[in-house]
């Protein structure tokens, strides 16, 4: 049974910034895209960020190039996003994904975790 469990999340002032961890169990953590994305109410799920099964290739989306990193662990099977210089903007549920691969003109991914809430006050 795969689980992707996320955590990490809170309310922070605008400027700020918090670190979102997942950790995965029951899939072969190091052979997968790993990747993130968020959603607010009434809008379609957004893709963020998707890193290589090996880390050596991460993409962005453009709203959040600069901003955000994510990286991974995978002897701890653990995936990370660092959010920087948060924008009240940013405030959405953030979801952990694995195997994200591209579909058409967007990315897609075949597990999910139940997502984190993110706040960011201005």
């Known amino acids: 049974q795969v689980q992707l469990v996320e955590s990490g999340g809170g309310l922070v002032q605008a400027g700020g910034s918090l670190r979102l961890s997942c950790a995965a169990s029951g899939l072969t953590f190091s052979s997968m895209a790993m990747g993130w994305f968020r959603q607010v109410p009434g809008k379609e799920r957004e893709f963020l960020a998707r890193i290589s099964w090996s880390g050596g290739r991460t993409d962005y989306a453009d709203s959040v190039r600069g901003r955000f990193t994510t990286s991974r662990d995978n002897a701890k099977n653990t995936v990370y996003l660092q959010m920087n210089s948060l924008k009240p903007e940013d405030t959405a549920v953030y979801y952990c994904?694995?195997?994200?691969?591209?579909?058409?003109?967007?990315?897609?991914?075949?597990?999910w975790g139940q997502g984190t809430q993110v706040t960011v006050s201005s």
């Open positions: 994904a694995a195997q994200v691969v591209i579909c058409g003109s967007n990315w897609c991914a075949d597990y």
